[in-house]
């Protein structure tokens, strides 16, 4: 039998100029589901369980760099510059890699949908394990040559395939995998005499079977290996996240009349027996409980909504909304950074912005807490059981106290205490009989001037 399970380290190619992605972005940091690809990249080695990452960078990018560096920090970085092929890419990790004695798989930044369920046969193996795949269409593919024993020969890139192995529709993934000692030994023998006059990673698996290694495929499903070059690719990619995100969704008990309409990011959470009418975007960080309905034309970012309560439609839940158990956010209100707690309500045309809203507490149509004064935010505190009629502007730093009212109309700019009634508006004059003789005198005039 063999030992333990050896050590697991990725090494993810990020190296490549992207340019068919015609965006000032560089390509692995587009988002698929709100986290940039080379995120999602990450995510799949540390899934697999490997104690090293290296991400090898271009030298042109030092965005892709820095984004490595606040994730991984500066060890996972390898620079390869000029980029000559995917086996001089892998080469570059070799320094950072050094003293590792593993296992190293080999992924490539802008493979977003990897799972590590998908690619973990790749390990151990004895010598190199390549993961290939059923191709629709396999132009511009590696092919994988596999001998009548099943085992793998070589891969042939598509530049240098002849007409019968154009043919064949095994493909090359690009993940790979192999023991560190013997993947570095083979680069170094790669060569760059080819079609693209690059190092071809891939050269590997021929120089591994003429020296007697163990050469070997495992197969995933094509849309799990997709490669993302081009928008309309990142477009393809984030339906089939979304696709999966809506069946998970389904299958945990949660209703979606119309679910393709929902779009997801990679971190929703939405407990089961909630309810989530069509066309609703959720940014990241939205975190939903159980029994909560979630209504048409809603925007959901870095909020939470506890259970019971009801959003939308046409409501905007902004990082730090924490709506409590029975809250009610309805149409056109906008909340952030705002803790409302149980069966507190805002039913119509707000913005609450940077405070908190007690139990039980009323917001009228058309409040607007007036957390901005051009220079700092303030906050404003609704105490339990406040009633604020509508259209009053809270002018924080300002606090309504429990179960106090404020009367419609208000221009709030200071403290009310807990049970008082505030009103900060013109004084309503009455004029008897004012209107009717006004209206008279006017169409006496207007008929005159015929
Ligand atoms: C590669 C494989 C091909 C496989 C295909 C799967 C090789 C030679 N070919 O081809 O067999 O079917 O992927 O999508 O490996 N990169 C660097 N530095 C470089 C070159 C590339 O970091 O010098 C990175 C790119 O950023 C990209 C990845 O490596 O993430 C793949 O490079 P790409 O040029 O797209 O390879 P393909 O021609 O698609
Ligand atoms: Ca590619």
Not at 274 to 279: A, D, H, L, M, Y
Not at 337 to 353: E, I, P, Q, T
Not at 420 to 438: C, S, T, Y
Request: proline share 4%; charged share 20%; aromatic share 6%.
């Amino acid at each position: 039998m063999s030992s333990s399970p050896k050590a697991r380290a990725a090494v993810i190619l990020a190296a490549g100029q992207g340019t068919r992605m015609k965006s000032p972005l560089p390509k692995v940091l587009h988002p698929i589901g709100h986290r940039a690809m080379l995120d999602h990249a990450i995510d799949a080695a540390e899934a697999l369980g490997c104690e090293r990452i290296v991400v090898v960078v271009g030298d042109h990018s030092p965005q892709v760099r820095a984004h490595v560096e606040a994730r991984l920090g500066t060890g996972a970085i390898a620079v390869q510059d000029p980029p000559l092929g995917t086996g001089h890419a892998v080469l570059a990790a070799r320094e950072a890699l050094a003293g590792f004695e593993g296992e190293v798989v080999i992924t490539y930044g802008d493979v977003p949908l990897l799972k590590a369920t998908d690619i973990a046969p790749v390990f151990g193996g004895e010598g190199v394990t390549v993961v290939g795949f059923e191709a629709r269409d396999p132009t511009g593919y590696g092919r994988l040559l596999i001998d009548a024993d099943g085992a793998l020969e070589a891969i042939v890139e598509h530049k240098e395939a002849s007409v019968g192995q154009l043919r064949v529709t095994v493909c090359n993934s690009g993940v790979m995998a192999a023991p560190a000692d013997l993947l570095f030994e083979l680069l170094a023998e790669v060569r760059n005499d080819n079609a693209k006059g690059e190092y071809y990673l891939t050269d590997v698996v021929g120089l591994a079977r003429s020296r007697g290694a163990v050469t070997r495929s495992v197969m995933a499903q094509e849309d799990a290996v997709m490669g993302v070059n081009a928008q309309g690719e990142l477009a393809q990619a984030e339906a089939l996240f979304q696709r999966v995100q809506r069946e998970t969704f389904l299958a945990d008990g949660v209703t979606m009349a119309a679910p393709e309409t929902v779009h997801f990011a990679w971190d929703t959470q939405i407990g089961a027996g909630t309810v989530v009418e069509p066309f609703v975007v959720f940014g990241p960080g939205a975190v939903i409980a159980e029994r909560a309905r979630i209504r048409s034309f809603s925007h959901v970012e870095g909020a939470r909504i506890a259970a019971g309560a009801e959003v939308g439609p046409y409501a905007r839940l902004r990082p730090g909304a924490d709506l409590g158990e029975g809250v009610k956010v309805g149409n056109f209100v906008e909340v952030k950074n705002v803790r409302m707690d149980r069966g507190a309500k805002a039913n119509h045309l707000s913005y609450l912005g940077d405070g908190t809203v007690g139990a039980g507490a009323n917001i009228g149509a058309g409040t607007i807490f007036c957390n901005y004064d051009g220079f700092f935010k303030h906050r404003t505190t609704v105490e339990a059981g406040a009633f604020v009629g509508s259209n009053s502007a809270l002018v924080a730093p300002v606090t309504i106290g429990e179960g106090a009212m404020v009367g419609s109309g208000s221009v709030i700019t200071r403290d009310v205490g807990p049970g008082d009634l505030a009103l900060g508006r013109a004084h309503q004059q009455a004029k008897p009989g004012w209107a009717a003789r006004f209206m008279d005198a006017m169409r006496a005039k207007k008929a005159k001037s015929k």
